[in-house]
C-alpha cells in the first residue's frame, strides 16, 4: 500500500539526509518534490499547500537550515506531520456502558461496506470477545442479504435478517430487540447504500440513525478512488454525521490520497483498515506506525501484535529449546512457516520490518506457491526424513519430487537452503553474528 508515495517520499528525503548542511533553497526544492508526490497520489489540493506550508515552517523555525547533519531532523519533522495529518492519536470505537454498543454501517454501494462489516464483527468477536449481531437493513442490493449471512457465520457474529421485502428501519429496530433479548454485546447494522449520494440514501440513513441511537456511525471508502473517497467522505459529513471512517481496499491503494486526506477534509478520524480480501485482514488504523511505513522506517508494533495472535509462549521456548539444542527439523520449519502466513500477505510482513521496509527486498512480488511448493516438498517425506535431512539421498531426492509434483532441482534447493538457515540458527543460539552474506549467496 502507499507504493508510489513511499517510493518517492522516500528518494527525496534520502537526497535530504545525504546532505551536509541544509540551506533555504535545499529545503524548497524538497518542499516541491514532496508537494509533487502529494499531488501525484491524489492528495487534496488544500490539504497538500497546508501541509507543506507548515512542513516548510517547521524545517525553518527548527533550526534546521545550516546545521551539520540536519536529515534525521527533517525526517523527523516529516514523519510528525504526516502522522498529524492522518489523525494524530489512534481513535477508537465509543463502547456503551449499557450494552448492546450499536454501530451503523453507512457508504456507498460498492465500497466495500457489507464487507466491512463482517470484518469488523470478526474484529470485535476476536480482539474484544465480543458476543457480536449484524443486522441485514441493505434489502436493494441484490444477493446482499446473502452475502451478509454468509461472511457474517464466517465471522463468528449472529445475523439477524428479515429478507429483502421489510422496511430496513423496521429491520434495525427489529434487529435491536433482539440483540437485547439474547444479550449481545455488539450490534451492527449494515445499511443500504446507492451509486452515488443522494437525498434518498440520506433520508433512510437519517431514519434509521433516529431509530436506533447508535453510539458509532461508520463510514466506509473505498481508499482506491482516491480524491472521490475524500468528496464522498465530505457529502456524508454534511447531511448525516459520522464518527470514524474504515477504510476499505487499502492494500490495493498505491497512492494514498484518500487516506491522507479524509482527516483534514472532514475532521473525522480513520478508525480502521481492510488490507485485504480475507476476513482475518482488517486492523485498527494507527497514523504514527503508517506514516512510519510510509517513510520506510518499519512498523515494529503492528508486526508484535500480528507475531503474538499466532505465536504461543510455550511453543516458542520449545522452539529456543531446539535452536540451542540443534535439533530445529523442517517439520519445526513447516510449523513456523504456517504460523508466520497467518500474519498475513509476505510482503506485507516484510514492510513492517525496519530495514527492510522501503527496501528492494520489501517491494519484490511475493510469489505465495512458492510457499506451497515448499510445504508439499516437506510433507512428502519421512518424518526421519524430516528430523534429519542429511539422510536425504538421490533416490529419496526423486521420490519426494514425485510426491510433491516439483522436480529434482527444487527439493535439491530447499534442502541446501534450509541447511544454511540451521547454521545461522547455530550462530545466533551460540550469541554469534551470522554471516548473512554467506546466506545470500548460497540461495542464489
Not at 236 to 251: H, I, R
Not at 267 to 274: E, R, T
Not at 285 to 293: E, K, L, T
Request: aromatic letters at 4%.
Amino acid at each position: 500500500m502507499f507504493d508510489a508515495l513511499s517510493e518517492k517520499l522516500q528518494a527525496t528525503l534520502d537526497e535530504v539526509r545525504q546532505r551536509g548542511t541544509l540551506t533555504e533553497q535545499d529545503v524548497d526544492a524538497a518542499m516541491r518534490e514532496i508537494r509533487l508526490a502529494l499531488l501525484e497520489a491524489d492528495v487534496n489540493f488544500k490539504v497538500v499547500r497546508q501541509f507543506t506550508s507548515q512542513l516548510k515552517e517547521r524545517c525553518m523555525g527548527e533550526e534546521v537550515v545550516g546545521k551539520l547533519n540536519p536529515g534525521q531532523q527533517v525526517i523527523k519533522i516529516v514523519n510528525e506531520q504526516l502522522t498529524e495529518l492522518m489523525g494524530g492519536a489512534s481513535a477508537g470505537l465509543a463502547f456503551s456502558p449499557r450494552p448492546p454498543t450499536v454501530i451503523l454501517m453507512a457508504g456507498l454501494q460498492g465500497s466495500g461496506k457489507t464487507t466491512a462489516t463482517a470484518k469488523l464483527a470478526r474484529h470485535l468477536h476476536q480482539e474484544h470477545d465480543s458476543s457480536v449481531a449484524v443486522a441485514a437493513c441493505d434489502v436493494y442490493r441484490p444477493a446482499a442479504v446473502e452475502q451478509l449471512v454468509k461472511v457474517g457465520a464466517q465471522a463468528g457474529a449472529t445475523v439477524y435478517e428479515k429478507g429483502t421485502d421489510a422496511d430496513p428501519v423496521e429491520i434495525a429496530k427489529w434487529a435491536l430487540d433482539r440483540a437485547r433479548e439474547e444479550g449481545k454485546d455488539v450490534l451492527i447494522v449494515d445499511t443500504s447504500g446507492r451509486l452515488h449520494v443522494d437525498a434518498e440514501l440520506m433520508d433512510e440513513l437519517v431514519r434509521i440513525r433516529d431509530a436506533v441511537k447508535p453510539t458509532d456511525v461508520l463510514l466506509v471508502v473505498d481508499a482506491m478512488t482516491g480524491q472521490d473517497a475524500v468528496n464522498v467522505a465530505e457529502s456524508f459529513a454534511e447531511a448525516v454525521q459520522f464518527d470514524g471512517v474504515v477504510m476499505s481496499k487499502l492494500d490495493g491503494d498505491a497512492r494514498g490520497g484518500a487516506a491522507l486526506s479524509v482527516k483534514a477534509v472532514t475532521g473525522k478520524p480513520i478508525l480502521f483498515a481492510s488490507t485485504g480480501e480475507k476476513l482475518e485482514q482488517f486492523e485498527r488504523f494507527h497514523p504514527d506506525r503508517m506514516a512510519q511505513r510510509i517513510l520506510g522506517m518499519g512498523d515494529v508494533m503492528s508486526l508484535i501484535e500480528k507475531a503474538e495472535r499466532q505465536f504461543d509462549e510455550d511453543e516458542a521456548k520449545e522452539l529456543e529449546r531446539k535452536l540451542r539444542k540443534n535439533e530445529f527439523g523442517l517439520d519445526d520449519f513447516l510449523d513456523q512457516l504456517k504460523m508466520v502466513r497467518k500474519m498475513g500477505p509476505l510482503q506485507s510482513v516484510l514492510g513492517m520490518i525496519p530495514g527492510l521496509a522501503g527496501h528492494q527486498l520489501s517491494n519484490m512480488k511475493v510469489d505465495e506457491r512458492e510457499l506451497d511448493r515448499i510445504q508439499a516438498i516437506v510433507l512428502s517425506m519421512t518424518p526421519s526424513e524430516r528430523r534429519k535431512p542429511e539422510i536425504i539421498n538421490g533416490s529419496r531426492r526423486l521420490r519426494i519430487a514425485r510426491g510433491s509434483g516439483t522436480n529434482v532441482q527444487q527439493v535439491n534447493r530447499l534442502i541446501k537452503q534450509f541447511g544454511q538457515m540451521r547454521k545461522v540458527m547455530r550462530q545466533v543460539g551460540r550469541g554469534k553474528m551470522p554471516d548473512f552474506g554467506a546466506l545470500m549467496r548460497s540461495a542464489r
